[in-house]
């Protein structure tokens, strides 16, 4: 038990720790923090058992740079300096690399049971039960759903409060420190007082407006492969009060099947990026657009920023169909026709173009010198990386074609904290008071090629961080 004062002003609703949001991040920092004897009030939009996050739809894999969290912290540091091509925050990484495994241990050891679901470092530490190989959106009494169910009773066993129902509208500040905030329920604004305030609300992946602003110039065309309950409050409250605000231009997300714009049986799996990284990609106008060998992350991005980002199309022969086609969970080859998809299929250039709406001259044009660019006889226009993924030249048998679209899962870039989770003004210097842990934050991930980190690592080690810190200030103010 802690020997710290706790806060008291008078008023029922204050608290030592304010926590906006309950998703990982937020049950992370509310339960690290109460276990160590804070009062914690957790605020959350949402209602009911199930209120949606992100977090409720996830997978479940806990990973770093799409490998072993438990890797050395040398060889994670280095992994995220390549993911980020250098323009990450080295001393974020480091606090991530240093912490992630103890992060693990600490959720299970909260009830959260994880297993290993497949050889590679990806799959070696997956939520339990995990989901099901099924195409659509199935999360219910799965993998997230039974991790939060299992957070939140665990927080409300140690005394914790979840106020569900509520908005956060501003932060309260008083000489430069954040003491709080004003909350809405039942079209009622009230104060409620704390010693530290966390953001911890998601990413911005569902306001349409800070989408346009940061990262493509027409968000109505894109999949929200997510809760759509991220709409970046933390982060617009946060730059109000000067905080310093990074990365904003990513967001980490899949290619998928255009049609999942209007039909959910194509969400979030089945993804199509192993296409999309061996085949050949094009815009409206049968132009290459991007380097696909940065992987399905980086494409969908890539995709996001065209003027108009549902003209992409993948363009394929058989063997890609039947390769890479086949490849990675849940693959297109043969789920996305198992869930009604199509394959547009003619024996000829000329009339796939006809079929997809292209000029079949212009096609034709970028398929030649696609493979012309893959045998290596004429340099990539675009400029195209060959290692992971391979590019596979195109011409055995039929031709096929899928129309996609840009998936967005979670925006990577935000508010810019310190290693201690600490929000960080203009000049990088802490805000007193408030804390940010999870999608609102940025600085770990994302710039020019779009890499990813892992956004259940990065929620629940800085969610821990967050509790920590709040607990070690206020240890030593007593």
């Not at 806990?62 to 001393?91: C, K, W, Y």
């Not at 994880?114 to 997956?126: A, K, N, T």
């Amino acid at each position: 038990m802690s020997n710290v004062a706790p806060f008291n002003s008078g008023a029922s609703d204050d608290c030592d720790v304010l926590v906006v949001g309950a998703g990982l991040a937020g049950l992370t920092a509310g339960i690290r923090a109460a276990e160590l004897g804070l009062r914690v009030r957790i605020i959350e939009r949402g209602e009911g058992d199930h209120y949606l996050c992100n977090s409720r739809y996830t997978g479940g894999l806990f990973h770093i740079g799409m490998d072993n969290l438990a890797s050395p912290p040398d060889e994670i540091r280095s992994r995220l300096q390549r993911v980020t091509n250098g323009e990450g925050r080295p001393e974020l990484a480091d606090a991530l690399a240093e912490n992630a495994i103890r992060a693990v241990t600490w959720l299970k050891a909260h009830g959260v049971s994880m297993i290993r679901v497949g050889p590679d470092g990806l799959r070696q530490h997956s939520l339990a039960p995990p989901g099901v190989r099924r195409t659509g959106l199935n999360w219910r009494w799965r993998s997230g759903d039974v991790m939060l169910r299992t957070l939140g009773a665990n927080y409300r066993g140690r005394g914790g409060i979840l106020q569900q129902g509520t908005e956060v509208s501003e932060l309260l500040m008083e000489s430069g420190r954040c003491v709080g905030a004003s909350v809405r329920q039942n079209g009622v604004t009230r104060a409620i007082r704390a010693q530290y305030v966390v953001l911890s609300d998601g990413g911005f992946q569902a306001n349409a407006d800070l989408l346009r602003r940061f990262v493509s110039g027409a968000p109505e065309r894109l999949l929200m492969r997510n809760a759509e309950t991220g709409r970046g409050d933390g982060l617009r409250m946060a730059e109000a009060v000067g905080a310093k605000i990074v990365g904003t231009s990513s967001f980490y997300g899949h290619v998928q099947y255009r049609a999942a714009m209007t039909d959910g049986r194509f969400w979030p799996y089945p993804v199509v990026d192993s296409l999309a990284v061996s085949a050949l990609l094009i815009d409206g106008a049968s132009q290459r657009f991007c380097d696909e060998g940065l992987g399905g992350v980086h494409i969908t991005n890539c995709i996001a920023r065209l003027p108009d980002p549902l003209s992409a199309v993948i363009i394929m022969d058989d063997a890609i169909w039947n390769g890479p086609g086949k490849d990675w969970l849940l693959p297109a080859n043969p789920y996305l026709i198992r869930a009604g998809g199509e394959l547009i299929t003619a024996s000829d250039l000329n009339s796939l173009a006809a079929k997809i709406g292209h000029d079949p001259g212009a096609l034709n044009v970028s398929v030649a010198r696609w493979n012309d660019q893959v045998a290596g006889r004429k340099p990539f226009d675009v400029p195209r990386t060959v290692a992971p993924y391979k590019p596979w030249a195109i011409g055995q048998g039929k031709f096929h074609a899928i129309p996609v679209c840009a998936g967005v899962t979670y925006t990577m870039g935000g508010i810019l904290t310190d290693t201690a989770a600490r929000v960080l003004d203009a000049n990088e210097r802490p805000i007193q008071g408030l804390l940010a842990a999870g999608a609102t934050t940025g600085g770990l991930e994302g710039f020019s090629r779009d890499g990813y980190s892992g956004g259940l690592s990065k929620a629940l080690t800085f969610g821990l961080i967050a509790g920590e810190t709040a607990y070690s200030a206020l240890r030593k103010a007593a």
